[in-house]
């Protein structure tokens, strides 16, 4: 009897071994069949944040990567993903596209391939309502408390105004913007700079406590990103994007998350 466990504990093991090892198919242009995996991180109001329940993802690029999907006739699958990593979640296969508020910039170019822009977007400057701070212009932020989220255009943005104009800040940098809207609502720092889209989803409420004092034109694009060379996946996103910015569809997703139409920030 022990010899026949012994034996049919070996074969259980080498059953489960050989399940584990089962592969995902891959589809002719995803990484797994039936499916389009896309790249998020799940805390960028509106683009992309959780529901009421806390699991389920909403947000325009939500909106978005479920209408492509539909259209390439695949399940649409989002992949909660660290910004600092995300790219790297693509160049390791964990998804198959990136739709995340991603900026296109020259250098992620030499590296990524990007659709056609399905919004178009720049910086703004938020303070509280009543705040003592006298803020009406990039170089007002001199000496004041500035948060941002790290790693983003808005950091950037942030590093190239103060060099230009030869002014210092003190940076508060956040892994996620919302914390920082959090820390300037309780006074922690002085302003927020952020993407104008997403500025928006914080002074829409009739009760906010937050004003933007300075907006600038948009002189950002964003974009799908994928990974180098992928051009069959490109390929059908930007037929996906070019058909929706014809048919209607993308008025309809920014009226219904910004509550206006923005198509003329991609013309």
């Known amino acids: 009897m022990k010899k026949l466990s012994v034996a049919f504990i ?12 089962k592969k995902t198919e891959k589809g002719d242009f995803t990484v797994e069949k039936g499916k389009f995996k896309v790249g998020m991180e799940i805390g960028y109001p509106p683009f992309e944040y ?9 947000g325009f690029d939500v909106l978005l990567g479920k209408e492509i999907s539909k259209r390439l006739g695949l399940e649409v699958e989002f992949v909660d993903t660290a910004w600092d990593g995300i790219l790297a979640g693509l160049d390791t296969n964990r998804y198959d596209a990136i739709m995340s508020a991603m900026t296109i910039t020259e250098e992620r170019k030499q590296n990524y391939d990007f659709s056609n822009p399905y919004i178009g977007n720049g910086q703004a400057i938020v303070i509280t309502k009543g705040s003592d701070v006298k803020i009406s212009s990039v170089e007002d932020l001199a ?9 983003t255009t808005s950091d950037f ?3 190239k105004k103060s060099k230009e104009a030869g002014f210092t800040f003190e940076a508060n940098e956040y892994d996620k913007v ?6 300037l609502r309780f006074g922690r720092i002085d302003a927020v700079v952020s993407d104008s889209l997403v500025a928006v989803d914080y002074l829409a409420p009739s009760d906010t406590v937050f004003k ?8 950002e694009f964003f974009g799908v990103c994928v990974k180098k060379g992928n ?13 929706m910015k ?9 009226e219904q998350v910004f509550g206006m139409d923005l198509s003329d920030s991609i013309k």
Request: glycine content about 10%; aromatic content about 12%; some cysteine.
């Open 212 to 219: 933007q004092v300075w907006a600038g034109t948009p002189d």
């Open 231 to 243: 051009k069959a996946l490109l390929d059908k996103i930007n037929a996906a994007i070019d058909a």
């Open 178 to 183: 919302m914390n920082a809207y959090d820390d």
């Open 246 to 254: 014809k048919d209607g569809t993308f008025k309809k997703m920014y």
């Open 157 to 159: 943005f942030m590093e």
């Open 10 to 21: 070996g074969f259980l093991m080498i059953a489960a071994l050989c399940g584990c090892s």
């Open 50 to 58: 959780f529901g009421e329940d806390g699991k389920t993802p909403e």
């Open 143 to 151: 000496n004041k408390k500035v948060g941002y989220q790290a790693e």
